[in-house]
């Protein structure tokens, strides 16, 4: 296992996993739509409940109207930093799944966990090229709702910021201080073997 990353894990994992962090400070670099999409293909591939694929993305590259758009959606403290990303990415799922053989769609269970799992799929795949992600829920949600024209039984789960990583010193001074990669909790604290204990 080679990493670059200062995390240890209690046990071996890939590189990837480690390496992997959510930073705010961002270069100028820019994303071709192409390779964005590319990044967006890995997400697609996401497992999801009955194949049901509830994730949706809308984004934006910096440079355009709709990475604007989403920009404006951020909270203010997002905004700040978020701006010099290379692009903005919202993800929403739908609540509802059509399982095989039935003719009508039924609420779905697992739509939010399956939206998890292809913005994982998409912080992997960007992580394996040289893009660093950082996941936000600091978003106006009913304004985005409202002006993305969310349709009515989807759920706005979050925003994505994706760029090169760039110097720390062009954040604010608060924010400095936190770029670099967090812990985690010991692995005894969330694999619980045979359930829960009191």
Known sequence: MSTLSPRQPE???EPVFLDRWSPRAFAADAISEEDLL???????????????????FVYGRRGTPAFDKLLDL???ANQSWAKDAAALVFVASNSLMRPPGQDKDVPSRSHTFDAGAAWMSFAIQAQMRGWYTHGMVGV???RAFAELDVPQGYRLECAIALGRIGDPGSLPEKLQAREMPSGRRPL??????GG???
């Open 188 to 193: 005894a604290e969330i694999a619980l073997e």
């Open 74 to 76: 951020l909270v203010p």
């Open 11 to 13: 046990h071996p994992i």
């Open 196 to 198: 829960f204990k009191r």
């Open 38 to 56: 590319g990044l967006l293909e890995a997400a697609r591939w996401a497992p999801s409940a009955y194949n049901s694929q509830p994730a949706r």
């Open 140 to 142: 106006d949600f009913e």
